[in-house]
């Protein structure tokens, strides 16, 4: 049996440590909250991964630390802010250690994301959310411990909540409510299912070690949101909702004077035009393949039902609690 260390219980760091452990590793896995998978193989503790001295001591005997810590806020201050300097605890420690470290990474720092990104296109965007990415990459590059960035695009999938095909997307189509997107319903555009992407974090760790390694997680070719919606309803068995694209220039008007909308404005172009990366040199490589869109999909699809429901029981049963004044 083998330690992995996962950081942080998002969607990522939550399935790979399901799939180590059901793989039979032993896993440890740091939150603040504590929180992480029942398993019996998987330790879950209360760290602040960014805290150097308790991180040294979880971190004991790991083979591979899996990064999955995400900023608190998704902007570009608080990126700056939290991200780097975590990043270079994590890296300190693994280099002590001796363990590869494995990050999930975005498409964020592609520099022609007009072309199709592939694991040898130039990653050195600049400014705002863009460019806190390059600089990561840029520091585990310099670092002297093995790095490994696995790159993904946008995510869907099981435990997927905050995304463009989480819960903007999936509890709408099955509601059959109508769903304003973000950009062209129509534009190709590259999702990557979760499990995929931890599967290919896992693999990495098997190949011969290197200073820095950027991959792609296996990810089918391109889509369109309103494709992502057929296949969705399809699955459901109800009517596909109507659809309306928000273009990027609205969202930039209005991110004028709403902060949220203008994290969103900076990243607009990914969905105003094709936004697709080719994923084929890294299947090759690890020996994986993306998940067929149906399977996903009706993996995707049932997770969000069990979801829905047990949030209807939950709100039902927090009502029955509240004093009716009488």
């Given amino acids: 049996m083998t330690l992995y260390v996962v950081t942080g219980a998002g969607p990522v760091g939550w399935t790979v440590a399901e799939q180590l452990a059901q793989s039979g590793n032993t896993v440890r896995i740091l939150t603040r909250s504590g929180t992480g998978p029942d398993h019996p193989d998987i330790e879950k503790l209360r760290i602040d ?109 099981p435990r997927v909540r905050t995304a463009h095909a989480g819960d903007r997307m999936v509890p709408a189509v099955l509601k059959g409510s109508p769903i304003q997107l973000l950009g062209s319903p129509d534009a190709p555009h590259s999702f990557t299912y979760i499990p995929d992407l931890a599967a290919a974090m896992i693999a990495a760790t098997h190949l011969p070690r290197t200073s820095n390694r950027v991959l792609h997680a296996p990810t089918l070719p391109a889509l369109s949101q309103r494709a992502l919606v057929s296949a969705l309803a399809e699955d459901a068995g109800v009517v596909a909702p109507r659809l309306t694209g928000m273009p990027g220039w609205l969202v930039r008007a209005l991110g004028l004077v709403l902060p949220s909308m203008r994290e969103l404005a900076e990243l607009a172009y990914q969905f105003e035009r094709p936004f697709v990366m080719d994923s084929s040199a890294s299947e090759a490589l690890l020996t994986l393949t993306p998940t067929p869109l149906d399977e996903a999909v009706a993996r995707t699809v049932r997770w969000w039902r069990a979801e829905l429901a047990t949030a209807q029981v939950n709100a039902v049963s927090d009502q029955r609690l509240v004093p009716d004044g009488t």
């Fill in 49 to 157: 991964a960014s805290d150097p001295v308790a991180l040294a001591f979880a971190v004991q005997g790991a083979t591979a630390i899996f990064h999955c810590i995400h900023g608190s806020a998704y902007s570009a201050a608080a990126w700056q802010r939290e991200l780097p300097a975590a990043e270079a605890v994590v890296l300190e420690a693994a280099h002590r250690e001796g363990a590869v470290v494995v990050f999930p990474e975005s498409l964020y720092s592609y520099s022609r994301p007009d072309a199709i990104m592939t694991e040898d296109s130039e990653r050195s965007a600049d400014g705002g959310k863009r460019g806190v990415r390059t600089q990561l990459l840029a520091a585990r590059a310099a670092s002297p411990a093995d790095t490994i960035s696995v790159v993904a695009s946008d995510f869907y999938g």
